[in-house]
C-alpha cells in the first residue's frame, strides 16, 4: 500500500517538477502557497525583531543622544550633497533637452526590511517584507544604501524572494563609470567576489574602477553602482582579462533595502539616443564592448 | 508505537521545524543546519505509521520547496521517499539501540539530500562536492535528544 502511495507521489512529483521547470506554470500555485506561508516568515524574523526591542529597551539616554547628534551631522553633510545633485540633475536635464532626448525621470523607491536569507547554503536569495500588495514586480531592482543588491525574482501577496548579485546564476549589465567600458558582471555563489567577463585584452579598466549599472538589458535602473573592480589578471595568450570585483552593497549585512520602481508609464525604456542601440538582452551586451 | 498522538503537537512540531528551516541558524553555517523538518516526518511516521505517511510527508515537503524556492515536487518527492523507507522498516527501527537508529537516520535523510541535490543539479544547481551530506550527520547526531523530547512533550499533552 505504501508503494503504491509512493508511485503515485513519483508521478505527480515528476508532473510538477516539469510543469514548474519547463513550462513555468505554477508560478500562482507557489505564490499561494508563499502567502500562506508568511507567517512562518514572520516568526522566523520574530527573534531578531525581539532582540531589537530589548536592545532598545536598554539603550542609555546618552547614547541615544550621541546618536541623535551623529544622524544630524550626517544628515547635514547628505543634504548638502543633495542640493549639489539637485543642480545636477537640473543641468542634466536641460542638456537632455537640448540634446532632442527623453528625459530621465527619478526613481520611486520604497523602503523595505528583509525578513529572512535564503536556507539552502548554495543559493544568494533573501526575502523581503513587501509583496504584490505594495505593487512589487518580478524583475524591480533591490538596493541597499551603498549600490545595487539585486533583484525580485518571485512575489507573494506580502512577502518577495530577492536573487541577490552574488548568485551564481545572476548577470547584471554594468559599465565602467571613468569611460564608460560596457561589460557584464556575474556573480560567482561566493558573496565578496563577482566576475566581469569578456572582457578584450586590450580595455581600459584598472583596479578600484566603479561599476555602475548600464540599464541595458531593460532590467536595472541606469546609474547604481553596483561593484568595485578589486583584481585583474591579464595571461598573456587568453584572448579577455579575468577581473574579479568586489561588490559594493553589503550583501549579508543590510537589514533594510530599498525597491526601485520604474517610472510610471509602462515598461522602463531607455533613452535612445543616436549613437546607441540598445541591446534587446543582456547577453548582447558584451559585443557591443569598447564603443563607449 | 506511541500510546497517544497529540495532534496540537503534530502541528505545532510541524511549524516549528518550517520556522528552523529558514531562521535561527548562525549565518555562515546553513551547510550544517539539521534537517528539521525530514527529522519531524521522520519522527511521526516512526511513531505513528497508521496515521502518517508518504502523502502527508509529500504535502509537508512540497511547503519546503517553496520556503527554499526549489522546483515544486523536489523536496516533495525527498519526504515521500523517506515517509516510505521509514514505513517499510519501523518494525525493525524500533528493536534497534540509539546508535543504530541514528545510523538508519543518517541514511534515510542521506538518501533524501542525495535524491534532492541529484534533482537541483539537474535543473542546473551549484556543484558542491560532498557537502550536501552535512545535514544529514548533523541530523543523526541530534535524533536521541530529538526523539527522547518529543516523546515527553507527547506524553504531557497527548
Known amino acids: 500500500m505504501p508503494g503504491l502511495r509512493l508511485l503515485l507521489v513519483i508521478i505527480v512529483s515528476a508532473a510538477l517538477i516539469v510543469a514548474d521547470q519547463q513550462f513555468d506554470r505554477l508560478a500562482p500555485v507557489r505564490s499561494t502557497l508563499a502567502t500562506g506561508l508568511t507567517p512562518v516568515y514572520w516568526l522566523g524574523n520574530a527573534p531578531y525583531q525581539f532582540s531589537d526591542w530589548v536592545a532598545g529597551l536598554f539603550t542609555t539616554r546618552e547614547d541615544v543622544k550621541q ?60 526575502i523581503i517584507n513587501k509583496g504584490r500588495s505594495d505593487g512589487l514586480q518580478v524583475g524591480q531592482a533591490i538596493l541597499d544604501a551603498h549600490g545595487l543588491m539585486g533583484q525580485v525574482v518571485q512575489t507573494s501577496q506580502v512577502t518577495s524572494r530577492v536573487l541577490l548579485v552574488s548568485d551564481s546564476s545572476h548577470a547584471v549589465p554594468v559599465e565602467v563609470v571613468r569611460n564608460g567600458l560596457r561589460a557584464i558582471l556575474l556573480g560567482t555563489g561566493d558573496s565578496g567576489t563577482l566576475d566581469l567577463v569578456h572582457v578584450p585584452d586590450t580595455a581600459d579598466i584598472r583596479e578600484g574602477d566603479l561599476l555602475v549599472s548600464s540599464g541595458l538589458g531593460g532590467r536595472f535602473p541606469r546609474g547604481y553602482p553596483v561593484a568595485e573592480v578589486s583584481l585583474i589578471n591579464k595571461e598573456p595568450g587568453e584572448p579577455f582579462v579575468s577581473i574579479r570585483a568586489r561588490p559594493k552593497a553589503q550583501l549579508n549585512q543590510s537589514r533594510l533595502v530599498l525597491v526601485v520602481f520604474p517610472p510610471k508609464g509602462g515598461p522602463r525604456s531607455e533613452p535612445a539616443t543616436g549613437d546607441q542601440v540598445q541591446p534587446a538582452s543582456p547577453a548582447s551586451d558584451t559585443e557591443q564592448e569598447g564603443q563607449g | ?43 511521526w511516521t516512526f511513531r505513528a505509521p497508521a496515521q502518517f505517511g508518504v502523502l502527508f510527508a509529500w504535502c509537508l515537503g512540497l511547503l519546503l520547496d517553496v520556503l527554499e524556492a526549489t522546483p515544486l515536487g523536489v523536496n516533495a518527492l525527498g519526504m515521500a521517499l523517506i515517509a516510505f523507507l521509514v514505513l517499510t522498516i519501523h518494525q525493525r527501527l524500533r528493536m534497534y539501540p540509539w546508535p543504530q537508529q541514528c545510523l538508519m537516520v543518517f541514511l534515510l535523510l542521506g538518501i533524501n539530500q542525495m535524491l534532492v541535490h541529484f534533482l537541483k543539479q539537474v535543473f542546473g544547481g551549484e556543484d558542491a562536492g560532498f557537502s550536501y551530506l552535512w545535514p544529514a550527520l548533523t541530523s543523526a547526531l541530534i535524533w536521541p535528544v530529538f526523539s527522547i523530547l518529543m516523546d515527553n512533550i507527547n506524553r504531557k499533552l497527548g
Request: net charge negative; no cysteine; charged share 20%.
Open chain 1, 67 to 126: 546618536e541623535n547628534e551623529d544622524l544630524k551631522a550626517r544628515l547635514l553633510i547628505l543634504e548638502r550633497r543633495a542640493l549639489k545633485y539637485a543642480a545636477l540633475a537640473s543641468e542634466n536635464n536641460e542638456l537632455r533637452r537640448l540634446m532632442n532626448s527623453s528625459e530621465l525621470l527619478d526613481d520611486r523607491v520604497i523602503v523595505s526590511e528583509v525578513v529572512s536569507v535564503s536556507p539552502d547554503p548554495y543559493s544568494h536569495e533573501i
Open chain 2, 1 to 43: 508505537m506511541l500510546s497517544v498522538i497529540s495532534y496540537p503537537v503534530f502541528v505545532l512540531s510541524v511549524i516549528v521545524s518550517l520556522v528552523l528551516s529558514i531562521s535561527l541558524f548562525p549565518v555562515g553555517w546553513f551547510e550544517f543546519r539539521p534537517e528539521w523538518l525530514g527529522l519531524i516526518v521522520f519522527y
